[in-house]
């Protein structure tokens, strides 16, 4: 399942949206000197241009307090030419990460990581969901892989990809495992699984043999090695799956372009061509 010709699909729909809406807006917030967060960062803000979006990029130094954070949030959540807002984890340990994902308006949280939007998702009524197992859903809708019925199996339970992926896997009519690192016997409930998405962030973490023969495998792992950026799966079961996603160009390039599906969706919200369907909820 190539991730790469899929994102440049969505983003050339993207930029055609962001066309006629005018003016479209995404603010990201990075604290600190994490190389890898600098490097995403980056690539997010050159592709929000590309689509042409206005972004704005805000890097605070490592030793930023967590007030200065709050109030820059408070700041761009009240700024009418922000649509989205992308805090970039993980924070400085000296910040309290859930204090400031809350503090992120429920409308222009296009990592929807807020409570609001990760309730609202848990409850069946997707609204701003998280940009990864977005990206995996759509490689297995565009590519045709059967959900309803089938075994699913999800290795890992973050909240930005273990946990949405497998909301969104259910509420397509798959019948969903979810995997840890307390899982014994993981290859007994891989070998089972007509849909595999590995996100454990453990590189070679799935052999090849550990594959459903047919099976469609969604590898979300990006693990540097002195080899490259490799997944979680051997790519050695692309003999055994019908789709498998490669690393890089598969689930990476979506991320980013969801990211940027999101944005429009939350520029929809606030002009009101869409119903923020969460917007119920606030203040319970
Ligand atoms: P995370 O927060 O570290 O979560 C990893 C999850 O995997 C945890 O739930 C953990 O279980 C589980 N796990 C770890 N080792 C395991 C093992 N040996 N067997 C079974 N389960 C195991 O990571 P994340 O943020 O979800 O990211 C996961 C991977 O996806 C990373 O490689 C990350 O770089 C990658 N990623 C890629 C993209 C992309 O755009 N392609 C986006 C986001 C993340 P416990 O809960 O029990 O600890």
Redesign the pocket.
Known sequence: MDGKALAEKVRAQVAREVESLGSVGIATLLVGDDPASHLYIGMKHRAAEQAGMRAFDHRLPAETSQDEVLALVAELNADESVDGILVQLPLPPHLDEATVVRSVAPVKDVDGLHPLNAGALFLGRPTLVPA?PL?CMALLLDYGVPLEGRRAVV????D???KPVGQLLMQANATVTM?????QD?ERHTLDADVLVA????AG?VAADMVKVGAAVVD????PTDAGLVG?VDPGASERAHWITPVPGG??PM?IAMLLQNTVRAARYRRGQLEFPALGLQGC
């Not at 290795?155 to 973050?158: A, E, L, N, V």
């Not at 995997?179 to 899982?183: A, D, I």
């Not at 996100?199 to 453990?202: D, E, L």
């Open positions: 990864t990206g290795i890992g339970r973050s930005i990809v273990g995997c840890h690192s307390r899982t993981l996100a454990a962030g453990s973490l979300v792992g990006q693990n979680d689930v990476g991320t």
